[in-house]
């Protein structure tokens, strides 16, 4: 039923050539790691690394599609969207150790670039099915930072990304977002500019952890 | 697709009038504020806040209409639905010690009246949309207190509605929903029906708070 | 929309003979003593002992139907999927004493029986509605253990089948719904096969109680 809009949205913004969709699989590889690496240092066994990577991965895309009503999502029909999180998953299960020491930055540097990568085509698969300026936003956020929460939630964590001492997660990705959405009602958008508000979430995320930014807490009010 | 349905059902509960519809997020409004001054009790920063607010206000209304299949749901559709959430996050998150202190019990009180016109409008839209009589029951319980159980499981706490000493809030919810289903079978619905209904939910979720009302606790069985 | 589509599905797998849909409904009873029963270990009252009953017996189901958007899910349609459950809930309210002791057993062998069951129906029904091949097993793992996860994040706990010591639960249920999915891409699937495995699956997580088989932990890497 959404084939066609699925292709309009895909011609929009040209994110489904192989180069992007290789983008695309890598920040969902990164996503699975991280999340495959939560559940070793919670002490699950095999069912929970691999059920933490693929919510990781796919939790926050499978929460878009649901809510706009394309099902069964793209992580159920695209089969690429269980391989790659699955072969994630096998890694962290029997090579955990690099990852947790010499393969820390990397890791860091493709979950932002996931972050990036997903706020974009988020917000752009939102607004092109028909979701409000706010809502499309918001739409794009959840895709860039749901799995993430999912994530903490089946382990039991209040989510990281609430943290007082996190570095700006979902505050990028909602500044890209809302760049897509009014590049989009203004016609203004291209794949180029999808690209570039990608580079900039990441470029934002990777230097909030190198220089410590954090998002503001709740001031103590009228007292 | 589902225009015509939200259209009959709009007119059956005549609650999409400009009243009704402030009584609405006036409710959303205040949901949004217990969510918010849960993530500053439990020290979250701006980020979880906003999330908090934004789940606990439209968190039922969202698995309400992920049930039905009535894509997208209203809140990422009607932009008002953003809006006045993300308002009360940010009063929350600037001046949240009245709220905790003199506001208490206003806040109790919309959250009452939220509960109340959640329930009405949860019910017969899902009778509307063909669930079954208990279906449409237990969807109006959701739409009133699903939002509430998701801001509890985001700030990992058990749901709040579940502790032993909580005062009655799920099961008000449950009566109005079965008097508004039992109504709507027998074509005795109509909008007057209806503010009765919220009114009543409201005065018995008021009236458990005031004399300390709780729901039953599991018996010892056969020992 | 989805009627002929559900026809097909009933037609295939033949589970829907009054026979097989009072096996499922019998899961579904067990599936809902067992969440009952952990609220009442975590000291909730009725809300609590009925929230969680449900969550666990029509969970997975839910879960399924909303990724296959077949909305209203099963469980909001046929009004015997919430009756089932609630009995079960009010059994355990008034005496769970038996249900601790001296009937634990029953319970886990219909628990066993349940998650044969599902992962059976889930991964059809998934084939059906055209998830790809890895898609329709993951969805017939989520439909037989999904409501037990969301009962373990209800009650704020980290998902039983992920920790060390449980016995083999998921893994059964894997195993069984990539049988199903090979034998319907060759046109080998049949109501007695469905059956076969079934009952395979609940084997395999009988012995596994049995004899304490668990799944592997994470290695320990490249130190």
């Known amino acids: 039923m959404f084939e066609p809009l699925q ?6 913004t040209g994110l489904n050539s192989t180069l992007e969709r290789t983008a695309d699989l890598v920040g969902v590889f990164f996503f699975a790691v991280s999340g495959g690496l939560l559940a070793v240092r919670k002490g699950f066994e095999l069912v929970g690394v691999v059920a933490l990577s693929l919510v990781t991965a ?4 499978v929460i878009r599609d649901l809510l706009l009503g394309a099902t069964p999502p793209t992580a159920f029909s695209d089969v690429a ?23 820390r930055t990397p ?3 493709f979950d932002a670039a996931g972050l990036g990568l997903f706020a974009v085509t988020g917000s752009v698969k939102a607004s092109a099915f028909g979701a409000s300026a706010v809502g ?8 860039a930072v749901g799995g ?19 570095r700006l997660y979902a505050i990028p990705a909602a500044v890209g977002a809302t760049v897509i959405v009014i590049a989009w009602r203004n016609d203004l958008y291209s794949g180029t500019l999808a690209i570039a508000v990608a580079v900039g979430v990441f470029a934002i995320r990777v230097a ?16």
Chains 1, 2, 3 share one sequence.
């Open 136 to 143: 499309a936003v918001l739409i794009g956020v959840i895709s």
């Open 81 to 103: 969207y269980l391989v790659v999180p699955l072969v994630a998953a096998a890694i962290v299960f029997v090579a955990h150790r690099p990852f947790e020491s010499r393969l």
């Open 148 to 166: 993430g929460i999912l994530r903490d939630v089946l382990a039991n964590d209040p989510p990281h990304l609430f943290h007082p001492n996190s």
């Open 58 to 61: 796919l939790g926050g895309g």
């Open 107 to 109: 890791v860091q540097l």
């Open 7 to 12: 292709a309009a949205v895909d011609a929009a």
């Open 208 to 223: 909030a952890l190198r220089w410590g930014w954090r998002s503001p807490k709740p001031l103590f009010g009228d007292r």
